[in-house]
């Protein structure tokens, strides 16, 4: 057995890990990064709209800061996200966003003068100001305020990717590609590291470090059909929830995007209706402002998921082979503008569509796109269960988007995350030392060779590919976008008959290499475990809150809710906690989010937290707003990120 | 044209298999509706080579995972529909010039690591740069379109794979390189200089050693500029 030593051990090369994985060596650190894939390849380069950050330089992000940006976060999450996580994050966007500048984005920017945009199905002209020409501009986005959303062109993950991936380099930070890590490697409540297995190869090695962090993305492949990377299967949320020590968060809270092409499921932006396009049925209708007469086509993701899939369900939907759907319109915002700001888009309508989107109209319909749920870590990204164990972005519930991520978010959560826990990983690595027997890192090492012995030599059993498929028809029929008991209940005993099926695993390839099958084979049961927890936490959750839409429950039940959900992997069986949300330390109280329907049952608490945030507003109206915000809701960043973030036109930051 | 039977000829070695030896193999498989090479490679593994091996990761043209060739052009595999072979008839094989993994699978990663270290493949910032904390430098909107054009090169490695002069010369820099040292020259927050590519760039293992067969130019999946750039490379190293 061979172990490899490091201090920071990085497992995933997206914009998370890299962003971690940069100040740890910066640092002085010997810091190793295992990538399933090479790191420009990571999911991460398919956002393609934007990141939000409120540099409020363009014309109509004016007068946008880190208070907007946060209550308009909130409201996404239906106040479902830790307000302070929320808070920090906002903080730290500008400069997330200014410092990729300096390591390459080339972010689109403002130009002086008059410009023609279409929104509500109008044309409408502005007029960005000389003082903010050539300053980073930004676009429309659901569910905000201002015009927060920067980005470049239409390759917004792409080029920060590339920017971050090529200052790792800079550093000379390793990443070892086509390494899987397959289990952690733990003892008395502290992480030590993790098994990997060697993709090409086969070999089954260690690597012991002081603090592993996890940054794999999320889990959309336990459904059929999703917008992710085929690899996005939450095989670092399930290594996590396999040590039975420390817990998944929220895992039921699952973002379905309103606009993927049907069939193949690939995502084109949001940036699509940020930037004028329209929601049609089959008769050509514009329905959206019929539901949402405010916010249209551009309210938030799950609220226009469901409105479509009402209408869908009103037989308002485009028969096709492969199911009902509606149309994306874009063709009023011109050949040209479709062209530089739209050309994935255009891309993927031309090659996987034959069509053009200047002229015709795109089939989409509401798909699985992110998973809100992941491991659930406190405020500096460490895990609750196991020290020295971080983990951030989609795989991690650090909880910035409780029930449903704002567009613009998730690329932004990665980087301003990395930046954050990339600082308490440091001080971690810094304060601890490993005491660990080789004998414990032999004992985890022998459990995943056994198990892949027994998989190699089974001379019967399941195999892995029909279970996993099995699993995403039963994860997009019966857990989706409309939930309700019996489904769900349906659900959980099939997913719990596969995940026995799933313990006897046969292999026709038995070749312990490069072997497509025993991936599969080594992915099914944590698949299934996730896949599990998903569907008990929307059965135990009776209400609707964000993406999660209950039938039988379709009130908002802060009452009984307002809780984090917490799931350990126990003695091979599932374990459910709650965990309260406190009303009396929120900033912002539960409320209406001003679109999608609002039916909430109130917590006690809300009335007099409101009283009790509303007085201090009143007595302390000589404060500056972030003097009033500490006051509201004190929260704590590394010192480095606690400066002001300028703006142009602004005394007071 | 759903319904006809496709012939699908593909590459078959596993390098780490004693006693393999390189071979192409057919596979019959009925066409569908919307059918790329993803979807066909998909299903010839899970009910006709379990062992196949091939590399997708976005299925969406965006991740460069999947080049290979295809009735010999190299190209995505995601976004390459069947229906664009009316034979049906479909060859395909591994990159060339990469390090074959096995089947269809290259280790690009490598080949592309080493570059970007070769060409020092990062911005290479002003030692006192802007404080995040503050206003940004500003930059003309044109430029920042124009740095995004040449920054959407997504490694896929096809330019590699359909250069004649890096077939003969392994040393050779290929496209791939001149490209993003193209980027980082037009983007003024870099502060090298002409003079400091010309180590990497001045000589015959880069823009002097190109032979102008442009299989870059032809092949590029994202239609990046390439002779445009290659020549305007040439011109810069000439009076540096």
Redesign the interface.
């Known amino acids: 057995m061979r172990i490899e030593y490091t201090d920071s051990l990085v497992i995933g090369a997206g914009l998370a890990g890299l962003r971690v994985a940069i100040t740890s060596k910066e640092a002085g650190l010997s810091t190793l990064v295992l990538s399933l894939?090479?790191?420009?390849?990571?999911?991460s380069?398919?956002a393609q709209g934007g990141m939000q950050a409120s540099l409020a330089s363009s014309v109509k992000g004016k007068g946008d800061n880190e208070d907007i940006h946060f209550q308009d976060t909130v409201r996404g999450s239906d106040w479902g996200c830790d307000q302070k996580v929320a808070r920090k994050f906002c903080q730290v966007a500008p400069?997330?966003?200014?410092?990729l500048?300096?390591?390459?984005v080339?972010?689109?920017?403002?130009?002086q003068g008059e410009h023609q945009y279409v929104a509500n199905a109008k044309k409408v002209s502005i007029t960005e100001s000389k003082e903010d020409?050539?300053?980073?501009?930004s676009r429309d986005f659901g569910g905000t305020k201002k015009w927060r959303t920067c980005y470049?062109?239409d390759?917004t993950g792409?080029?920060m990717l590339?920017?971050m991936d090529?200052?790792a380099?800079?550093l000379g930070v390793p990443?070892l590609?086509?390494q899987q890590a397959i289990a952690l490697i733990h003892e008395n409540k502290r992480c030590y590291g993790a098994i990997v297995r060697d993709l090409?190869?086969g070999e089954i090695y260690a690597v012991v470090a002081k603090a592993t962090t996890i940054a794999t993305g999320g889990y959309g492949r336990i459904y059929e059909i999703s917008t992710n990377?085929?690899?996005c299967n939450g095989d670092g949320a399930a290594i996590a929830f396999e040590t039975g020590e420390t817990p998944l968060a929220n895992m039921e809270a699952v973002q379905f995007h309103p606009t993927a092409i049907v069939?193949?499921g690939?995502?084109t932006t949001e940036g699509c209706r940020g930037d004028g396009g329209v929601l049609r049925d089959v008769d050509g209708y514009r329905f959206m402002p019929d539901y949402e007469p405010e916010k249209a086509e551009l309210a938030s993701r799950d609220v226009v998921s469901r409105r479509m899939t009402e209408h869908i369900r009103k037989g308002k939907g485009v028969p096709s082979?492969y199911g009902d759907h509606l149309w994306l319109d874009i063709t009023q915002l011109g050949k040209e503008h479709i062209e530089?700001n739209l050309r994935?888009v255009k891309?993927?309508c031309h090659?996987?569509l034959?069509i053009d989107p200047a002229i015709d109209l795109i089939p989409v319909r509401p798909t699985q796109h992110y998973s809100m749920g992941g491991i659930r870590t406190n405020e500096n990204g460490e895990s609750v269960g196991l020290k020295g164990l971080f983990s951030l972005g989609e795989a991690a519930c650090w909880d910035l988007h409780g029930f449903n991520r704002l567009g613009g978010n998730s690329v932004a959560e990665a980087v301003v995350a990395g930046m954050i826990v990339g600082e308490h990983i440091v001080e971690h690595c810094q304060q601890n030392e490993v005491q660990l027997s080789t004998a414990t890192v032999k004992r985890f090492y022998q459990q995943q060779v056994d198990e892949i012995n027994t998989i190699v030599t089974a001379t019967s059993g399941s195999h892995a590919?029909d279970l996993i498929k099995r699993m995403q028809i039963i994860m997009s029929e019966k857990v989706g976008i409309f939930r309700s008991e019996l489904p769900l209940t349906e659900a959980l005993q099939e997913l719990e008959t596969l995940y026995q099926q799933s313990k006897v695993l046969f292999?026709?390839?038995k070749?312990l290499?490069?072997?497509?099958?025993l991936v599969d084979s080594l992915n099914v049961r944590k698949m299934l475990k996730l896949a599990i927890a998903v569907t008990q936490g929307a059965l135990n959750r009776t209400e609707s809150r964000g993406a999660h839409t209950r039938e039988d429950y379709p009130e908002r039940n802060d009452a009984d809710w307002l809780k984090r959900s917490l799931f350990h992997w126990r003695d091979d069986k599932l374990k459910i906690s709650y965990e309260t949300l406190d009303i009396m330390t929120m900033e912002l109280p539960p409320g209406s989010r001003g679109y999608g329907k609002s039916e909430i049952i109130q917590h006690p608490n809300t009335e007099s937290r409101m009283k009790e945030v509303n007085q201090l507003i009143a007595e302390n109206e000589h404060l500056n707003r972030h003097e009033l915000q500490a006051l509201l809701m004190p929260y704590e960043l590394p010192e480095k990120y606690l400066?002001?973030?300028?703006?142009?036109g602004i005394k007071d930051a | 044209m759903t319904g006809r039977l496709l012939t699908f000829n593909i590459f078959r070695f596993d390098p780490q298999k004693t006693g393999d030896t390189p071979k192409m193999v057919s596979y019959t498989l009925p066409e569908t509706d919307g059918m790329t090479i993803f979807i066909a490679l998909n299903q010839i593994r899970e009910h006709q080579a379990h062992d196949l091996q091939f590399d997708f990761v976005c299925r969406a043209g965006i991740c460069g995972s999947c080049a290979m060739v295809i009735n010999g052009k190299p190209t995505l595999g995601c976004r390459t529909l069947t229906k664009n072979f009316p034979s049906g008839v479909i060859s395909l094989h591994p990159l060339p010039a990469f390090k074959l993994i096995g089947d269809l699978s290259v280790d690009t990663g490598t080949f592309m690591r080493e570059m970007s270290e070769r060409i020092e493949n990062w911005l290479h910032e002003e030692k006192d740069a802007v404080s995040i904390d503050v206003i940004e430098t500003r930059m003309e909107p044109e430029l920042a379109e124009a740095i995004y054009e040449l920054d959407r090169c997504i490694e896929c490695g096809c330019c590699v794979a359909a250069c004649a002069t890096k077939a003969m010369k392994d040393t050779f820099l290929g496209a791939v390189g001149f490209m993003k040292l193209a980027r980082f020259d037009l983007d003024p927050r870099d502060t090298r200089t002409a003079e400091d590519y010309y180590h990497v760039l001045g000589n015959e293992d880069g823009v002097f050693g190109c032979m102008s067969l442009l299989g870059c130019q032809d092949n590029c999946p994202k239609d990046l500029p390439h002779q445009t750039q290659i020549a305007y490379l040439r011109r810069k190293m000439l009076t540096a």
């Open positions: 894939i090479p790191a420009k390849r990571s999911h380069a398919a400069k997330a966003v200014r410092e500048a300096n390591w390459g080339p972010w689109s920017r403002v130009k020409h050539g300053l980073i501009t470049t062109s390759g792409h080029s590339y920017a090529n200052k380099i800079s990443v590609e086509r090409v190869t990377a085929i690899l069939p193949a690939i995502l082979p530089k994935e891309d993927i090659y996987f034959g590919t292999i026709n390839n070749s290499h490069a072997n497509p099958e400066n002001r973030n300028q703006r142009t």
